[in-house]
């Protein structure tokens, strides 16, 4: 009997650099796209990986969630999350503004179909699942891999457990735990400094 598939739940750094030009490869022809520019892949590539954004948040964000002088983005969480306030890079800053201009000032969400109505969570999975393929990774991707690939590599970073509870919008430490687990590798060869 053959064992079960083991579903990759993480996307590791070098992996996470060949994503990254993906987004911005100009082969990419307007189909594959979706006639999207690259400030919306690009965003949708950073955001749930910087922000830990399941795809229900990040299909939800709405331009009124920016403060671009303070450089935020209030977090909405779902599945009774804790909400918070992230900061943002000024490469993620130079995007959403470029979104919003392409977008039309009027427009309350940020990330739109085709006919101009909200990205829905179905359309947002499909953009990042051809991400990965023109990416030409060998296992399909998922937004939530992103989430989930935040969550170690802060981790991996040190970062502490409270800290990464609230990073990840959780309520319950139980669900923080599975990420510092990875981490606790380091404790291996914590002499070895």
């Not at 030009?21 to 690259?38: N, V, W």
């Not at 990986?49 to 977090?75: N, W």
């Not at 969550?151 to 509870?165: E, F, I, M, P, S």
Request: hydrophobic share 40%; aromatic share 6%.
């Amino acid at each position: 009997m053959r064992a079960p598939a083991v579903l990759q739940r993480e996307i590791s750094k070098e992996e996470l650099g060949v994503l990254w030009p993906s987004c911005h490869t100009k082969e990419k022809s307007r189909t594959e796209t979706d006639g999207r520019e690259d400030s919306a892949d690009t965003i949708f590539y950073l955001g749930p990986f910087r922000h830990a954004l399941r795809v229900s948040e990040l299909v939800g964000l709405t331009v009124e969630q920016f403060d671009f002088k303070a450089a935020t983005v209030h977090i909405r969480r779902a599945k009774n999350g804790t909400p918070g306030i992230h900061g943002l890079q000024v490469d993620e800053l130079r995007l959403i503004r470029q979104l919003i201009r392409q977008n039309g000032e009027h427009i309350r969400f940020l990330f739109l179909s085709e006919r101009k109505a909200p990205l829905s969570i179905d359309g947002a999975q499909k953009l990042i699942e051809r991400l990965g393929e023109a990416a030409r990774l060998p296992f399909p991707i998922h937004a939530h891999m992103l989430r989930h690939s935040a969550g170690y590599a802060l981790a991996g970073r040190g970062v502490d457990t409270r800290t990464l509870q609230a990073f990840m919008g959780h309520r319950s430490i139980a669900n923080t735990v599975i990420y510092t687990a990875v981490a606790d590798k380091r404790v291996r060869h914590i002499w070895d400094r």
